[in-house]
């Protein structure tokens, strides 16, 4: 079947750099997205990865590995808004998001 | 960037009433939208796959009979909760992919839909 694995919560300290992993299994696969969601919002892109590597924008940078199934979104500098829920979706060979729960991050003074 | 607008963000009303949500892309042409309803503190819940000129693609458990789907442009898709019930009460979230870059969605800000 197709699953998506991703931690529940995550605690960090304001300015410090936390990393978000998700490990996939799909059905063929078609890239890879980080979404965040601010609570009672809906979710705003972050990322796309297809293929393997690092890609870096600004506090934010998410890696693929494509033979691992895994990915990770790394934060930098972590601010207080960045207190939210950060989803992992993978793209199948439809293009169907298959989603994951979500990592709840709070971030602490 | 792509925009995609939903309308209305709030709704309150009665059990036994229907209630229409639409999702807009702005400024792309969405050929496929997608329906999403997030109970709190949950993740989403793809509830269908809104395809422009043909019938909607509902998830296993989502009864079709009473979220209605039309997607008749290719700019607009709407969800109709019909004899809408207190546990429909939930957000409802739409994208629309964008055809520019195959798989990315871009998300409407969703309806909050309560229920009384």
């Known amino acids: 079947g197709q699953n998506i694995d991703q931690p529940t919560e995550m605690t960090a300290t304001e300015g410090a750099i936390v990393q978000i992993n998700c490990t996939y299994q799909?059905?063929?696969?078609?890239?890879l997205f980080w979404y965040q969601q601010h609570a009672g919002e809906a979710p705003t892109f972050l990322s796309y990865?297809?293929l393997d590597g690092l890609e870096e924008k600004g506090r934010f940078s998410s890696f693929l590995s494509r033979s691992k199934g895994y990915s990770y979104l790394l934060l930098k500098e972590l601010q207080m808004k960045d207190s939210a829920s950060y989803l992992c979706?993978?793209?199948?060979?439809?293009?169907?998001?298959?989603w994951g729960a979500g990592t709840k991050l709070i971030i602490k003074p | 960037g792509a925009v995609v607008s939903q309308h209305p963000s709030r709704v309150i009303c009665k059990s036994g009433t229907s209630v229409k949500i639409e999702c807009r892309s702005l400024?792309?042409?969405?050929?496929?939208m997608f329906w999403y309803r997030q109970f709190p503190k949950q993740s989403l819940m793809l509830m269908a796959t809104?395809?422009?000129?043909?019938?909607?693609?509902?998830e296993q458990g989502v009864e079709k009979d009473k979220f209605l789907i039309n997607h008749a442009s290719l700019t607009l898709s709407t969800l109709t909760v019909t004899s809408a019930h207190p546990e429909d009460s939930s957000f409802y979230i739409c994208?629309?992919?964008?055809?520019?870059?195959?798989?990315?969605?871009?998300f409407g800000p969703g309806t909050r839909l309560t229920v009384l």
């Open positions: 994208s629309a992919r964008d055809p520019r870059l195959e798989g990315k969605q871009y």
């Open positions: 400024d792309f042409q969405a050929t496929t």
């Open positions: 809104s395809n422009e000129g043909s019938k909607a693609t509902y």
């Open positions: 799909t059905s063929g696969f078609n890239g």
């Open positions: 990865n297809v």
């Open positions: 979706a993978a793209t199948d060979s439809n293009y169907q998001l298959i």
